[in-house]
């Protein structure tokens, strides 16, 4: 299910050999009233690689990635896909481009936020058959090939509540995949469940890495950024506050306060 396999029921486009960057944003802003949630987010994430956001509850993160899915409006800034679709938010988007933006990238949420009255197919397939106007045939043998991989074929007709919380994810994650995007959002994937409901979660999000899905994702768990990420992100105050490769920046942050965060989450006692 890589998406450079054009083979692969859930790939978009097939991507250039050579890594090039697929996501850039420069400047971008956003406040709730008076509050100022973003002040200045500079990133760039290479086509097949993974960013990872760290940092304080209350620091932007999840603002970030409600932005590049289109969830909320920036109030100024640009974002860059691939080279094909720039939003500038100085003046706001027209809606084809916002409505472009959410077709290029795709959300899995801290709480699941699936559709509480349909079953596990019907949720996977909303999207493809609702918003991207797929054929209803099309969009279902490509849902039940995503759920064979996650091994809930046997869950396909339950409804969320008659889930676990590992696998209500799972098929989060499967809803995102059925997109075909070409940017994977993650929000605190693994925050909601209990500690033994995790593992699952990570090993799938690791395999979708190593497949070369491009992808940012919110997390606290710091170990397995150290092991997916290619690059993680250190978000305080609205900015990216430090940025590095995993191993030197969570061994050995330069800045006061990413040093600070660090030795509070490995220290909370």
Request: proline content about 7%.
């Amino acid at each position: 299910m890589s998406p450079t396999d054009p083979s692969s029921p859930t790939d978009p486009a097939p991507a250039d050999p050579a890594p090039a960057d697929l996501l850039t944003v420069r400047g971008l802003r956003k406040s709730f009233g008076s509050l100022e949630v973003l002040a200045s987010i500079d990133l760039t994430v290479r086509r097949g690689e993974v960013l990872a956001l760290i940092g304080p509850s209350g620091s932007g993160k999840t603002t970030v990635l409600r932005c590049l899915n289109g969830l909320e409006v920036a109030d100024g800034g640009t974002v860059d896909v691939d080279g094909e679709l720039t939003l500038d938010f100085a003046t706001r988007p027209p809606q084809r481009q916002l409505a472009a933006l959410r077709d290029r990238s795709a959300m899995v949420f801290q709480h699941y936020n699936l559709f509480p009255h349909k079953t596990v197919l019907e949720n996977v397939i909303e999207g493809p058959v609702v918003v991207q106007r797929r054929p209803v045939a099309e969009a279902t043998a490509q849902a039940l090939a995503l759920l064979e991989r996650v091994g809930l074929t046997d869950k396909k007709d339950s409804y969320p509540f008659q889930l676990s919380g590992g696998q209500q994810q799972r098929v989060g994650i499967v809803r995102a995949l059925a997109l075909r995007p070409q940017l994977l959002l993650f929000d605190e994937p693994t925050s909601a469940l209990d500690p033994e409901l995790v593992g699952d979660v990570l090993r799938l999000i690791k395999e979708l890495a190593l497949e070369g899905w491009t992808m940012v994702i919110v997390t606290h768990e710091l170990e397995f950024a150290r092991e997916v990420a290619h690059e993680v992100a250190f978000v305080d105050g609205g900015t990216i506050v430090e940025r590095g490769e995993p191993r030197q920046l969570l061994r050995d942050p330069q800045h006061e306060r990413t040093q600070q965060f660090l030795h509070r989450l490995l220290h909370p006692f």
